[in-house]
């Protein structure tokens, strides 16, 4: 069981900067960060797996960036140029192993944190 506590989220202007964190409780190979905007379907963000391979939703590429301190346990994104679009509630996954090709697949992942919020004024 890997616990996973999520931080970072606020509310910021359109153009602002925002960066998640998620502590982990224990290492976990691959990990990622999904979102879900009120009335829509979880959807993947960022995923990255032990050797440093990333994924991203072409929605956020260029945009944010993913990385990880594995000597901490913990999962970051980098939001900058944020958008409206981008207001959700944003969660840190993590799992035991997923091909790369699938880090951005909801059904991958077995841990999932509480969520922080993110609310981007235009």
């Known amino acids: 069981q890997v616990q996973l506590v999520e931080s970072g989220g606020g509310s910021v202007q359109a153009g602002g900067s925002l960066r998640l964190s998620c502590a982990a409780s224990a290492y976990s190979r691959s990990m990622a960060w999904f979102r879900q905007a009120p009335g829509k379907e979880r959807e993947g963000v960022a995923g990255?797996?032990?050797?440093?391979?990333?994924s991203y939703a072409d929605s956020v590429k260029g945009r944010f960036t993913i990385s990880r301190d594995n000597a901490k346990n913990t999962l970051y994104l980098q939001m900058n140029s944020l958008k409206p679009e981008d207001t959700a509630m944003y969660y840190c996954?993590?799992?035991?192993?997923?091909?790369?090709?699938?880090?951005?697949?909801?059904?991958?992942?077995?841990?999932w944190g509480q969520g922080t919020q993110v609310t981007v004024t235009s």
């Open positions: 996954a993590a799992s035991g192993w997923v091909r790369s090709g699938w880090l951005l697949r909801t059904n991958e992942f077995a841990y």
């Open positions: 990255i797996d032990s050797g440093g391979d990333t």
